[in-house]
């Protein structure tokens, strides 16, 4: 379990590191120029909304994806638990052993499947990454390319020139096979 832990660990950093530090960076970039003077105090927060939109739909895409083998942990440490100790009290030092044995297994199961998670995170996610390499340098998406911009600025229709910034690649639309 200790070894998954560390693994989760490290994945988890790459993530925040590499997907979704650039990802926050270039919508608190756009969210800053919804306070340029002209900007009309009561569109603000929508303007921030807009701006940051990517970034939450991201972290909410993570933490599902996170959630989903911490489910799948359980559920098998429950079958485990189901199939070794039955409806027995008594808890034998042979049934410890053989529930350490299968927990063990279902951490393997579970460490198998964060290669495949980690993939799923990246490529759902490369839509809303920045256009620019100001945020992806050296991140695991730094070779690919920036899709041209698919709808106008973040700000667009507010005064003082608040439109003139890049959208996130993709658009702020909602992010797709989030599953069920």
Known sequence: MEKLQAEVNQVTEKIEDEIMAPIQGYGYKN????????????????CVERAMGPASQASSYVQQEMNMISERL???????????????????PEQQSQMEQC????????????????????NTLKPLMPP????????????????????????????????????PPGGVGSLPNLGS
């Open 132 to 167: 620019t390499s100001e945020f992806t340098q050296g991140t695991i998406l730094a070779e690919t390319p920036p899709p041209p911009p698919a709808m106008p600025g973040l700000m667009s229709g507010l005064p003082g020139g608040l439109g003139s910034l890049p959208p």
């Open 31 to 46: 969210a800053s120029a919804c306070f340029q003077r002209g900007a009309p105090k009561s569109s603000r927060q929508a």
């Open 103 to 122: 927990t063990s297994a279902c951490a393997s199961k579970c460490s198998a499947a964060i290669p495949e998670m980690m993939s799923r995170i990246v």
């Open 74 to 92: 359980n559920r098998c440490a429950q079958t485990c638990q189901d199939d070794v100790y039955g409806f027995s009290s008594n808890k034998t």
